[in-house]
């Protein structure tokens, strides 16, 4: 299991440097610099200038056996060479048959009796099924979303579900009437507008439940948040206490025109119980954080949540639902038209790990362009 302090101590992403290495013998120094504004080129050139050796050293530390003559090519270049994959959309082997020698060597490949090994798709296969699984995924993600939430430069979250499209023809996809479609989800939190974490359910899954997973993922990347955008379907007390008092943030969770003030959730109520918990110290006389730290850590929680909803409910400025859905569906249209994020024709137990696997996908390219101050970091219509 990661632990937030491996988080913690991951490298910081270099600026845009010079690169030297090695090519057949000829010693090749190049810049991104150079590949800024142009047209069509190859997305492993890109790669190239991407620095993820702390990912890879965890995943061979943790998802490889110790034996030494084990053979295994570059777990860098592994990860690279996956995520080339499902930015083309191609099979496996398809993705191999179409690498160039070049290609690879910018991936990381490393010579040998002047040839570059890389692997076969059915080697990369097993690479992403059964070496990574989702277990391994889920780990990169949350690296490589402690990585783009330090680069950022935003302490704004936001949280909401997109569909994941099916087969009208599928028989493990649920059919959703809102969407009028069979589909899957997938729950994603975005630090600004790049997505670091995401999790994956059905299609006819609430969303609140979800909350509770990307509340833990924030808090293993050491995410800096003020303020946690959730729209409608997340609204709950135990919601708003669990963002106010895990995250220290102000959750912005959109009202509906129904929302009425809750009278527990008022100030007296409140003083009330402090005052009842004058064993543990409480008092009406404590200022307001004290008061509902001490609630919520003593089985007061959703009063907690009333009151914070309640301040919400009296805010004129508070957000409108449907800018924030708005934001997060551009964000969301926007990895769709980049990558497959759907779920048709994919064989049901492999759905869960291509739709994670296209998601840190989406950060490595946003890596790209965030470790090297390239703005705006989401585009990426020049890799190819």
């Not at 997938?186 to 609430?206: C, F, K, S």
Request: net charge neutral.
């Amino acid at each position: 299991m990661i632990k937030p302090t491996d988080l913690n101590t991951l490298q910081s992403l270099p600026l845009m440097v010079e690169i030297s290495k090695v090519y057949k013998g000829v010693l090749i120094t190049d810049t991104l610099e150079n590949y800024i504004g142009k047209e069509h080129v190859s997305l492993c050139q890109f790669l190239f200038f991407l620095n993820i050796t702390d990912i890879a050293q965890y995943v061979e530390n943790n998802f490889y056996t110790d034996k030494t003559w084990h053979f295994k090519f570059n777990v860098e270049a592994m990860i690279k060479l996956v995520v080339v994959k499902f930015f083309r959309q191609k099979s496996f082997k398809k993705t191999i048959s179409t690498l160039t020698e070049e290609e690879a060597w910018l991936l990381g490949f490393q010579e040998k009796d002047n040839e570059i090994p890389i692997p076969t798709g059915s080697a990369l296969h097993h690479f992403v099924k059964y070496r990574l699984g989702v277990e391994g995924i889920d780990k990169i993600m949350l690296m490589l979303g402690g990585k783009i939430a330090k680069l950022s430069n935003s302490n704004e979250a936001k949280l909401d579900s997109t569909p994941l499209e099916a087969s009208r023809y599928s028989k493990n996809s649920k059919f959703n009437p809102h969407y009028e479609c069979k589909m899957d989800k997938a729950h994603i939190t975005m630090v600004g507008t790049y997505p670091v974490y995401m999790t994956y359910t059905d299609g006819l899954a609430g969303d609140s439940p979800e909350l509770p997973s990307h509340i833990d993922a924030l808090l293993k990347m050491d995410a800096n948040i003020d303020e946690y955008r959730l729209y409608g379907a997340y609204d709950s007390f135990q919601n708003h206490a669990d963002i106010w008092y895990k995250l220290n943030a102000n959750p912005l969770i959109s009202l509906g025109v129904d929302a009425v003030i809750n009278d527990e959730g008022k100030l007296e109520r409140i003083d009330h119980w402090a005052n009842k918990m004058w064993k543990l110290g409480g008092s009406k006389y404590m200022n307001i954080v004290e008061k509902l730290e001490l609630l919520y850590e003593n089985g007061r929680q959703e009063q907690v949540g009333m009151y914070i909803r309640n301040k919400n409910l009296e805010d004129k400025t508070f957000p409108e639902s449907k800018k924030l859905r708005q934001e997060c569906e551009r964000i969301h249209g926007h990895i769709k038209n980049t990558l497959k994020f759907d779920v048709r024709y994919i064989v049901d137990k492999s759905r869960e790990l291509y739709v994670k696997f296209n998601c840190i996908t989406y950060q490595l390219l946003l890596l790209i362009n965030l470790a090297n101050s390239i703005e705006p970091a989401n585009t990426f219509e020049n890799f190819i």
